[in-house]
Each structure stands twice: as C-alpha cells, then as structure tokens.
C-alpha cells in the first residue's frame, strides 16, 4: 500500500532550476543511493551497512539527506554527493524526507530536516512506519523532530480558529504561480508542487 505524498515547495522548485541548478537524478543513477533492508539494519547499494560517522563536511554534520518514496523505497547520500533532497527523485513528490544517522546499518537518529520538502511530521513519520515495518530498531531518543514541526491536521485547526496566527511558509510574492492568483493563499497553506499538474496549496 503506496504512503501519502507531498510536493516539493513551489519556492524551492523554482530555486533549483534558477539559482540552484541542482541535479535531478534518473533511474540509473539513484540507485546507487537506494537503501535496502534486512535483519533490523539498513544496506547501501553496495551491500554493506550504512555508516555517516566521519562524513562531516556538509551542514548536517555526519547526517546522510534521505527521502522515501511513496512506494516505500528510502534513497541516502551525504551532501557532498546528493546536495539537495530533491535530487534523489528528480523533484517528484516524496512520502517522508529528512536526515539520517547510522552505524553498521543501525539508525541511530532521525531528523524531519528538509528546506526542499519540509514535511510535516505526519509526513515524516511515515518513514519510522516503513522501518519499523522491517524490524528496524527505533528508540524514542533516535527521533530528533525539532521545536518547530507539528502535524498538518493541527497547523489546520490553528489556521481555521483564527488568533492572529501566521503560519505561511512558503510564500514567493515574485513568482507566478502557473495560473495562481499571488498572494491568494490562506495563513496555514504553502504552495507546493506536483509534476504534470498546476502547483497548489496544501495545508503545511
């Protein structure tokens, strides 16, 4: 059974293609980052385990990016390599995203960060489903969600009960939006994108 999806943000879309020019991968080469897993522990491509002690050079420390797909398929690689989550799926809408620590294939920390999909963390759970579903070991301690994400029902309910909140947060006022009307969003929506259709905004 396929995870729920969720567009990239419309900013960031735009971003790769202008000021970005990040790399979408094909088929061929993101399976060079496609995890597989067996025994409770994650695998490289390479088949062996996934290890992100000592890679230290990007902004995530020794984190790995990764995003799963909605089919449930989890692609990882360090910054140097990947930059960007978006790169793994070629921009297309993924069902979690976030960065990964692990040792031997054991995770040992999991983050919703993700400037280009900022999921919210019913979005980013979906991740800690599919683990869990192969028997990989997840500590309470091994989840690291920030002060800040929360889930889209309550971001909803928040928006909808009114209280001066402002909870926009993907707004580009100089950028069309394929038909849009700029600016014709509600507090509590971003806009985001899905290939082959008009961008439209979601509930964060």
């Known amino acids: 059974m396929p995870y729920r999806e969720i567009g990239m943000l419309h900013s960031m879309w735009n971003s790769d293609g202008v000021s970005l020019s990040v790399h979408y991968m094909d088929y061929e080469q993101r399976q060079r980052?496609?995890?597989?897993?067996?025994n409770g522990l994650l695998y490289t491509?390479?088949?062996?385990?996934?290890?992100?002690?000592?890679?230290?050079?990007?902004s995530f420390g020794d984190y790995y990016l990764f995003v799963m797909a909605p089919d449930g398929t989890i692609y990882a690689g360090n910054e140097d390599d990947v930059h960007h989550h978006s790169s793994f799926l070629a921009g297309w809408p993924i069902?979690?995203?976030g960065t990964i620590k692990a040792a031997k294939g054991k995770v040992l920390a999991l983050t919703p960060q993700s400037g280009h999909y900022a999921?919210?963390?019913?979005?980013?759970d979906q991740v800690l489903t599919e683990l869990?579903?192969?028997?990989?070991?997840?500590?309470p301690n091994t989840i690291r969600?920030?002060?800040?994400i929360t889930?889209?029902?309550k971001i909803e309910k928040a928006s909808k009960s009114g209280g001066g909140k402002q909870l926009v947060t993907d707004y580009s006022p100089t950028v069309p939006a394929n038909g849009l009307v700029v600016g014709n969003h509600r507090a509590g929506q971003t806009l985001r994108v899905y290939p082959g259709s008009t961008p439209k905004w979601?509930?964060?």
């Open 33 to 38: 980052y496609r995890i597989t897993i067996a």
């Open 45 to 58: 491509s390479h088949g062996v385990g996934l290890e992100t002690h000592g890679y230290v050079h990007g």
């Open 95 to 97: 069902a979690s995203a």
């Open 119 to 124: 999921p919210p963390r019913d979005y980013f």
């Open 132 to 139: 869990r579903k192969h028997k990989v070991e997840i500590w």
């Open 145 to 148: 969600y920030g002060r800040h």
């Open 151 to 153: 889930t889209s029902k």
């Open 202 to 204: 979601q509930w964060y």
